[in-house]
């Protein structure tokens, strides 16, 4: 039987495996009937030990070390004269040798995946001289790969996004997964794509990831975004493959398939006539499924009444037609305005036009309510003109106004005021002619910009305004006079015909056809031998000396009339007097010294003098303040000292009241306190022999036990008070007033026969008592009635 070259091919690869899996790998060496050995391209001589590759597989999960070959030199007879030494990667750590027959065993699981091979170097010894009896020669250890990996989406998972309505077979987006096995040996690095979730609408390329879609026409308005999870299997996908998976989130982006539609076919609004300009009346919205720049609308008016009244844009945010007014709205003229507007699309994709217009149309009413409008005046702005001569009362000129409404109410005019501070103007209320109320002055104001209110009679909040600009006519009223205040100097050397001013005049007027001035000297100044002058005819005049010789000495200051005319009709003229001072002068003709009297300063105290005089009087007012002070504090207190006997004093209470009648000098409500209760104390300044005066008795007058009362209180306390005028100080309780039942209140009603006090100390007191001691002492009784 003949073999193809394909099964041949896997033929020989089977028993390729089958020798790797028996555990044949091991280079045997051979001196007799080895071959010449080939690596990478060039020629080794012959040598007398010579090994392949050895091949481990990796993942070895068993208890004992892993047989990876053997080494033979065929130095060695068996006698155990030659030993055996391996250096290189993982030797001793990873890989060990059994120096008496030359057996490589592996110690430790390998992995491929983190290291592919090992290369190491074998040598032959002597072991009693311990040199070697070949040449150190090289090899490499290969790790066998097994099926250990699965395959991994390293940049998963994915967002991918596609146009809706797309077709079957649009690509979407591409996934990879890799297998860390070995690509070059067997199948376990060979993957393949397969879709687990996301059916029917998408699908995998199996070999190369590629996910396309499945179904066409999917729209985004009915769902937007699909969670699809993709499978990658190695072993070409067969049974006992590994595998990975991962998401893919794939979005449906919009396209513009969607026309706009109005949700209504008719709107009607409502507005107020008074309505202002560029305001919005409306807003509409067609409604498209679409996105973003898919969604943009354009509005625009097609057809319909009020083209020229109304129009509509869009709202950039929203994407609403917005209507506003342009011109202004009266009912009286027009009740209501019917509006076709048009939304279409800004930009329409050319592939689904056949899905019909991409555009649509509604109606929309407006109608215009009545309000009560103010009045409207004929002309928004009245210039008008009045001479400034003209008399009070005159006649300026006429506004007119009239109510919009249909009721078309009488109008009243009337002038605001915050316009007319200085009410030089009035208006008939009725027929709103204007007039003078005070004489006006064109250079005092040359125009009144005045503000006309109209009011409805029947409805005075409803005002409407008008604006009047009344210009004042120029009359030559105003005499012209000089430009300016001259200091004008002549030389003591000036020469005759010498310019020594040139002057110059201004007039408040202002005539139409401009200024001319005349200029002369007046009549008692035309023969003066001093100074001429030369009209220059340009509204100018020159001032010339006509002689020399000036002196300070014998005249500093001259005056010079001047007089000038204007050229209005009537002509005005005023006489102005320059002023000519005489000063010295240097060779250049410039002054230095003017009016030696005016310039020179009276010879008086120095600036230090000054300040001394100043320093004095400065320190003259600080020993006042201190004097001042001290004198201040040296005081006697207010409050009383213990140890001083005050009785000598005598304060005065000479201001009597007006008795009972007196309602306005004090309260009365104290005079009815009777629960006033004071602690008593007991007075400093009264001897201890001294006893209190006795209680006078008064008649019995029921009207007046009250005030009685109170004033024995009031005694009392100021008895005992020590804060109180002392004990002999005279007190005066002016409450009797005219016809007052009361009695009298002084000591002297102590004599009577009721009286207990004792006055006998009185004749002890000295001559200066005696007179109170013979009132007081017995058997006086009489003595003051």
């Given at each position: 039987?003949?073999?193809?070259?394909?099964?041949?091919?896997?033929?020989?690869?089977?028993?390729?495996?089958?020798?790797?899996?028996?555990?044949?790998?091991?280079?045997?060496?051979?001196?007799?009937?080895?071959?010449?050995?080939?690596?990478?391209?060039?020629?080794?001589?012959?040598?007398?030990?010579?090994?392949?590759?050895?091949?481990?597989?990796?993942?070895?999960?068993?208890?004992?070390?892993?047989?990876?070959?053997?080494?033979?030199?065929?130095?060695?007879?068996?006698?155990?004269?030659?030993?055996?030494?391996?250096?290189?990667?993982?030797?001793?750590?990873?890989?060990?040798?059994?120096?008496?027959?030359?057996?490589?065993?592996?110690?430790?699981?390998?992995?491929?995946?983190?290291?592919?091979?090992?290369?190491?170097?074998?040598?032959?010894?002597?072991?009693?001289?311990?040199?070697?009896?070949?040449?150190?020669?090289?090899?490499?250890?290969?790790?066998?790969?097994?099926?250990?990996?699965?395959?991994?989406?390293?940049?998963?998972?994915?967002?991918a996004g596609v146009p809706e309505m797309s077709p079957v077979g649009t690509s979407v987006v591409q996934v990879t997964a890799t297998d860390a096995d070995d690509p070059t040996y067997g199948n376990s690095a060979r993957v393949v794509y397969s879709i687990l979730q996301g059916q029917p609408y998408f699908s995998v390329e199996p070999k190369t990831g590629v996910i396309k879609t499945a179904l066409p026409n999917m729209d985004r308005e009915a769902k937007d975004q699909y969670l699809l999870v993709i499978q990658a299997k190695d072993m070409v996908g067969q049974n006992g493959g590994l595998s990975g998976t991962t998401s893919v989130t794939v979005t449906l982006t919009d396209v513009n398939d969607n026309p706009p539609r109005f949700p209504r076919r008719s709107y009607q609004y409502n507005v107020p006539e008074s309505l202002p300009v560029a305001s919005v009346v409306a807003r509409i919205k067609a409604a498209d499924a679409d996105?973003?720049?898919?969604?943009?609308?354009?509005?625009?008016?097609?057809?319909?009444?009020?083209?020229?009244?109304?129009?509509?844009?869009?709202?950039?945010?929203?994407?609403?037609?917005?209507?506003?007014?342009?011109?202004?709205?009266?009912?009286?003229?027009?009740?209501?305005?019917?509006?076709?507007?048009?939304?279409?699309?800004?930009?329409?994709?050319?592939?689904?036009?056949?899905?019909?217009?991409?555009?649509?149309?509604?109606?929309?009413?407006?109608?215009?309510?009545?309000?009560?409008?103010?009045?409207?005046?004929?002309?928004?702005?009245?210039?008008?003109?009045?001479?400034?001569?003209?008399?009070?009362?005159?006649?300026?000129?006429?506004?007119?106004?009239?109510?919009?409404?249909?009721?078309?109410?009488?109008?009243?005019?009337?002038?605001?005021?915050?316009?007319?501070?200085?009410?030089?103007?009035?208006?008939?209320?009725?027929?709103?002619?204007?007039?003078?109320?005070?004489?006006?002055?064109?250079?005092?104001?040359?125009?009144?910009?005045?503000?006309?209110?109209?009011?409805?009679?029947?409805?005075?909040?409803?005002?409407?305004?008008?604006?009047?600009?009344?210009?004042?006519?120029?009359?030559?009223?105003?005499?012209?006079?000089?430009?300016?205040?001259?200091?004008?100097?002549?030389?003591?050397?000036?020469?005759?015909?010498?310019?020594?001013?040139?002057?110059?005049?201004?007039?408040?007027?202002?005539?139409?056809?401009?200024?001319?001035?005349?200029?002369?000297?007046?009549?008692?100044?035309?023969?003066?031998?001093?100074?001429?002058?030369?009209?220059?005819?340009?509204?100018?005049?020159?001032?010339?000396?006509?002689?020399?010789?000036?002196?300070?000495?014998?005249?500093?200051?001259?005056?010079?009339?001047?007089?000038?005319?204007?050229?209005?009709?009537?002509?005005?003229?005023?006489?102005?007097?320059?002023?000519?001072?005489?000063?010295?002068?240097?060779?250049?003709?410039?002054?230095?010294?003017?009016?030696?009297?005016?310039?020179?300063?009276?010879?008086?105290?120095?600036?230090?003098?000054?300040?001394?005089?100043?320093?004095?009087?400065?320190?003259?007012?600080?020993?006042?303040?201190?004097?001042?002070?001290?004198?201040?504090?040296?005081?006697?207190?207010?409050?009383?000292?213990?140890?001083?006997?005050?009785?000598?004093?005598?304060?005065?209470?000479?201001?009597?009241?007006?008795?009972?009648?007196?309602?306005?000098?004090?309260?009365?409500?104290?005079?009815?306190?009777?629960?006033?209760?004071?602690?008593?104390?007991?007075?400093?300044?009264?001897?201890?022999?001294?006893?209190?005066?006795?209680?006078?008795?008064?008649?019995?007058?029921?009207?007046?036990?009250?005030?009685?009362?109170?004033?024995?209180?009031?005694?009392?306390?100021?008895?005992?008070?020590?804060?109180?005028?002392?004990?002999?100080?005279?007190?005066?309780?002016?409450?009797?007033?005219?016809?007052?039942?009361?009695?009298?209140?002084?000591?002297?009603?102590?004599?009577?026969?009721?009286?207990?006090?004792?006055?006998?100390?009185?004749?002890?007191?000295?001559?200066?008592?005696?007179?109170?001691?013979?009132?007081?002492?017995?058997?006086?009784?009489?003595?003051?009635?």
């Amino acid at each position: 039987m003949k073999l193809g070259k394909v099964e041949f091919c896997h033929f020989l690869q089977l028993i390729a495996l089958f020798l790797c899996f028996s555990g044949m790998n091991q280079a045997e060496l051979s001196r007799s009937g080895s071959k010449p050995y080939f690596q990478s391209g060039r020629s080794r001589t012959k040598r007398s030990w010579v090994w392949n590759q050895f091949f481990v597989l990796e993942e070895y999960m068993g208890s004992d070390p892993l047989y990876v070959g053997k080494l033979h030199s065929d130095v060695d007879k068996g006698d155990g004269s030659i030993k055996y030494i391996l250096s290189g990667e993982g030797a001793s750590s990873i890989f060990i040798i059994d120096e008496n027959t030359g057996d490589i065993h592996a110690t430790k699981r390998l992995d491929r995946e983190e290291q592919a091979y090992y290369t190491l170097r074998a040598q032959a010894l002597d072991r009693l001289t311990n040199k070697p009896v070949e040449p150190e020669s090289e090899f490499v250890i290969k790790i066998q790969d097994i099926n250990d990996n699965e395959p991994k989406f390293l940049d998963g998972p994915y967002t991918a996004g596609v146009p809706e309505m797309s077709p079957v077979g649009t690509s979407v987006v591409q996934v990879t997964a890799t297998d860390a096995d070995d690509p070059t040996y067997g199948n376990s690095a060979r993957v393949v794509y397969s879709i687990l979730q996301g059916q029917p609408y998408f699908s995998v390329e199996p070999k190369t990831g590629v996910i396309k879609t499945a179904l066409p026409n999917m729209d985004r308005e009915a769902k937007d975004q699909y969670l699809l999870v993709i499978q990658a299997k190695d072993m070409v996908g067969q049974n006992g493959g590994l595998s990975g998976t991962t998401s893919v989130t794939v979005t449906l982006t919009d396209v513009n398939d969607n026309p706009p539609r109005f949700p209504r076919r008719s709107y009607q609004y409502n507005v107020p006539e008074s309505l202002p300009v560029a305001s919005v009346v409306a807003r509409i919205k067609a409604a498209d499924a679409d996105i973003g720049a898919n969604a943009e609308m354009e509005y625009k008016i097609v057809d319909g009444d009020g083209l020229g009244i109304f129009k509509i844009s869009v709202d950039k945010d929203t994407q609403e037609g917005i209507i506003t007014i342009q011109k202004e709205l009266d009912f009286e003229a027009k009740t209501s305005y019917t509006l076709r507007i048009e939304a279409a699309n800004k930009d329409a994709d050319p592939r689904f036009l056949s899905l019909g217009p991409f555009s649509d149309t509604t109606t929309v009413k407006i109608i215009v309510e009545d309000v009560d409008e103010p009045p409207v005046f004929s002309s928004p702005f009245y210039p008008m003109e009045v001479s400034e001569a003209t008399q009070v009362g005159n006649i300026i000129g006429t506004v007119a106004a009239h109510d919009p409404d249909s009721s078309n109410s009488p109008v009243r005019y009337s002038i605001d005021r915050n316009t007319d501070l200085e009410r030089y103007f009035n208006i008939d209320a009725n027929s709103g002619v204007i007039t003078t109320a005070k004489s006006l002055d064109r250079e005092t104001n040359a125009v009144h910009n005045i503000t006309v209110l109209a009011m409805e009679s029947q409805n005075p909040s409803q005002v409407g305004r008008g604006y009047v600009a009344i210009t004042i006519l120029d009359i030559n009223d105003n005499a012209p006079e000089f430009a300016m205040d001259y200091e004008t100097t002549v030389c003591e050397n000036a020469q005759p015909g010498q310019v020594i001013q040139k002057v110059s005049a201004v007039d408040k007027d202002e005539p139409a056809s401009g200024h001319q001035f005349y200029f002369s000297l007046t009549t008692e100044a035309t023969n003066n031998h001093n100074f001429t002058l030369k009209d220059n005819k340009d509204n100018t005049a020159s001032i010339l000396t006509r002689r020399n010789g000036f002196r300070r000495q014998e005249q500093s200051v001259y005056y010079l009339p001047i007089f000038i005319v204007d050229s209005g009709s009537p002509s005005l003229s005023s006489t102005n007097t320059l002023t000519i001072r005489v000063c010295d002068c240097d060779a250049d003709g410039i002054a230095q010294t003017c009016n030696a009297e005016a310039y020179v300063l009276p010879a008086g105290l120095s600036t230090g003098a000054l300040i001394a005089i100043l320093a004095c009087v400065l320190t003259l007012l600080v020993l006042i303040l201190l004097i001042v002070t001290m004198r201040r504090r040296k005081k006697e207190p207010l409050i009383f000292d213990e140890e001083r006997d005050i009785r000598e004093n005598i304060v005065r209470y000479d201001d009597e009241g007006g008795g009972e009648e007196d309602t306005e000098a004090f309260d009365m409500a104290a005079l009815r306190n009777l629960n006033v209760l004071r602690d008593s104390k007991a007075r400093r300044d009264v001897t201890p022999e001294m006893q209190l005066l006795g209680r006078p008795v008064f008649k019995g007058v029921p009207d007046n036990v009250i005030f009685r009362e109170f004033i024995w209180e009031r005694l009392k306390e100021a008895d005992v008070d020590p804060g109180a005028p002392p004990y002999d100080s005279l007190q005066t309780y002016a409450f009797e007033g005219n016809g007052s039942v009361a009695e009298s209140l002084s000591s002297l009603d102590s004599v009577s026969s009721n009286s207990e006090q004792n006055y006998d100390y009185l004749n002890d007191w000295g001559p200066r008592f005696q007179r109170l001691a013979d009132m007081y002492g017995p058997g006086q009784d009489g003595a003051c009635s």
